[in-house]
């Protein structure tokens, strides 16, 4: 074993402190990251307050969040042929899975049907739990880590490890791009990523937002529209309009209404987590072959694929880099809205103590 120390909750609904553990000694398949980014998720928050208790196999505490990680090799072991010391690189949300199940045979780990080895808050094969990026180093499995982008700034590419596989994903599943109509609800972390993705794919780009506040952001972020939800003549307006909608946010809202803005064999793809069940329509669906699905991540080469877009396309998130001793503060402005669009923690910051 060898000594890391990072940040973690010690408890369910405690705030993050400094906290020092151990990691696996590295194995001959084994790649030794220095992390120097890690990106805050809405979903580490989630993690953290063991707000997902219905839903998921009971959280493990202490817990180190962060699976938006980015970094530098620092060691191999002996049989990696992938990466070298030195080469820039991440791990995203999971970090191992069975390999041999139908699910992984696609690549598709992230939908293993034995174990997705989540990269914090799980249990790897031996059993031991698993923690994540908010640390100085972590040790992964080299057919788990993914070559980061070497003409894009580190710090701006942590989140698409999570925010832009969540949105890149579906957009490529339901084939987004020229001639289709895209609608993105939300302008937050994951929603801006969405607009920058599907405008770069080359499909026409609305954004659906309570409020016309981020307009120009949307704009600039490459949205051709963007409309208020709050205005009941949106939906008006807007009636059969799309070919896909993919819905970021994880409020209360009204899903049969966004139905209502779909084509003909369109679809609702629903990546943000609402707390309760949503009730739908069976006409919603019924009246014209409309869809609701969902999506969750993508596997090793779909996300590596997406770095490589990225790269290609010169497509990174709009951040905001906090030491780790502001980790607390951050959480509660991500709640209030309040960052554009991620935040990103500089690891550097670790020892300043």
Known sequence: MSKSKGYAALTAKAQLAPYSFERRETREHDVVIDIEYCGIC??????????????QEESIFPMV???????????????????????????????????????????????????????????DKEGAPTYGGY????????????????????????????????????????KAGPGKKVAIVGLGGLGHMGVKLAHALGAEVTVLSQSL????????LGADHFDATSDPETFTKLAGSFDLIINTVSAKMDWNQYLSLLRVDGTLV????????????????????????????????????????????????DIEVVPIQKVNDAYERVLKSDVRYRFVIDMASLAKG
């Open 135 to 174: 640390a100085d180093r972590i040790v992964v499995d080299e057919n788990y880590v993914l070559r980061m982008p070497n003409n894009l700034p580190l710090d701006a590419c942590a989140p698409l490890l999570c925010a832009g596989i969540t949105l890149y994903s579906p957009l490529r599943h339901w």
């Open 270 to 317: 629903v990546v943000g987590l609402p707390e309760k069940d949503v009730p739908i329509s069976a006409f919603s669906l019924t009246a014209r072959r409309r869809s609701v699905a969902g999506s969750q991540i993508g596997g090793i080469r779909e996300t590596q694929e997406m770095l490589d877009f990225c790269s290609k396309h010169g497509v990174a998130c």
């Open 42 to 55: 809405h979903s580490d928050i989630h993690q953290t307050r063991d707000e997902w208790s219905d839903y």
């Open 65 to 123: 969040p962060g699976h938006e990680i980015a970094g530098v090799v620092s060691a191999v072991g002996s049989k990696v042929t992938k990466y070298k010391v030195g080469d820039k690189v991440g791990a995203g949300c999971f970090v191992d899975s069975c390999r041999n199940c139908a699910e992984c045979q696609r690549g598709l780990e992230q939908y293993c049907s034995v174990q997705t080895v989540w990269t914090y808050n799980g249990r």
């Open 213 to 220: 506040k981020k307009q120009a952001d949307g704009k600039r």
